[in-house]
């Protein structure tokens, strides 16, 4: 239920700002030919209209306002979306979600990736973390014989190679921010149990020296990679990360320089680019490629 609430907060964001400006009558009307609308309700009252704006600014702080002399409703801080990747990123992907499934005849036509931590554990997880809720998790590790059940104190969401994680002080891990992949977890619980997110914490700073969501064991240091022109062009339209710089540029190849952690997921992600990279500093992470790559021949010379 909390999940379908969700996204009815999103549809009714996405029908004003698409829109600009929107009369009640006529947001009430796309609504009568909603998918959502599961009681084919032939408008939103104004008691759940009302809660849905509320909920609309506490969840993604777009504030939708009435203009008095058109009576239609706008996203009064629509330009938020152009310098916010984490509402404009909601907004978009909930938005394309609802539309694939409002226009079921399509849904051949339009090929999505899938999500193995969908949003059925994000609604109640983005509602403990705003009104401060401890969660209880069911969690089960991939190297775990059985999942097991552990407290947390949620304090931000990630989203990684097609997964959500969550980030936060568990009772297995109380004196360290831990993060928790969402498609391990069998079963989630808000408690009445209240916290406060420490004021020094910030999410953005928390991932900023690191590519993906291994967090720690690594320290950042410089690192260069070479890249031919095919795989350059991928690299230059999709930084790895907010370091990139790119310090060479020819016909041949492209040098970019790094200032990251170089964990697992930096390291996995190079890799995916195979002859087409190379890396050339630090000494240590050439070693590794070195090593994987005589490795790898050992497999298929087999």
């Not at 408008?43 to 809660?51: E, H, K, L």
């Not at 600014?57 to 990747?85: H, M, P, Q, R, V």
């Not at 059925?120 to 590790?141: C, D, F, H, N, S």
């Not at 997921?265 to 050339?280: C, M, P, W």
Request: hydrophobic share 40%; net charge neutral.
């Amino acid at each position: 239920m909390a999940a379908n609430l969700f996204r009815r907060y999103i549809w009714l964001a996405d029908t004003i700002y698409s829109a600009g400006h929107i009369t009640l009558e006529e947001i009430n009307r796309k609504w009568s030919m909603c998918s959502l609308n599961e009681n084919h309700a032939s408008r939103i009252t104004r008691r759940t209209f009302i809660y849905w704006r509320h909920e609309v600014e506490e969840l993604f702080g777009l504030f939708i306002e009435c203009d008095k002399s058109t009576n239609t409703y706008y996203i009064a801080n629509a330009e938020d979306l152009t310098t916010s990747k984490t509402q404009r990123w909601l907004l978009n992907t909930f938005a394309v979600t609802n539309l694939v499934q409002e226009f079921a005849p399509l849904q051949d036509h339009v090929l999505l990736e899938d999500m193995p931590s969908d949003a059925r554990y994000l609604a109640p997880i983005m509602e403990a973390i705003r009104e401060g809720r401890v969660i209880k998790l069911t969690y089960q590790r991939f190297d775990a014989p059985a999942p097991h059940d552990f407290t947390m104190e949620a304090y931000c969401l990630k989203v990684f190679k097609q997964r959500w994680y969550v980030a936060g002080r568990s009772s297995d891990h109380p004196n360290e921010v831990r993060v928790y992949a969402l498609d391990r977890v069998h079963g989630i619980k808000v408690l009445d149990e209240h916290y406060t997110i420490p004021k020094d914490f910030d999410g953005k700073t928390f991932f900023s020296d690191y590519y993906g969501v291994f967090v720690g064991g690594t320290q950042p240091e410089k690192v260069v990679i070479k890249a031919n022109s095919a795989n350059a062009n991928y690299i230059r339209s999709l930084p790895l990360h907010k370091s990139q710089k790119e310090t060479v540029r020819n016909m041949e190849h492209s040098i970019f320089e790094y200032f990251v952690a170089p964990t697992f997921d930096f390291i996995q992600e190079l890799r995916t680019h195979g002859a087409g990279l190379e890396v050339l500093e630090p000494a240590w992470l050439v070693k590794n490629f070195v090593d994987f790559t005589n490795d790898m021949n050992k497999i298929y010379k087999k």
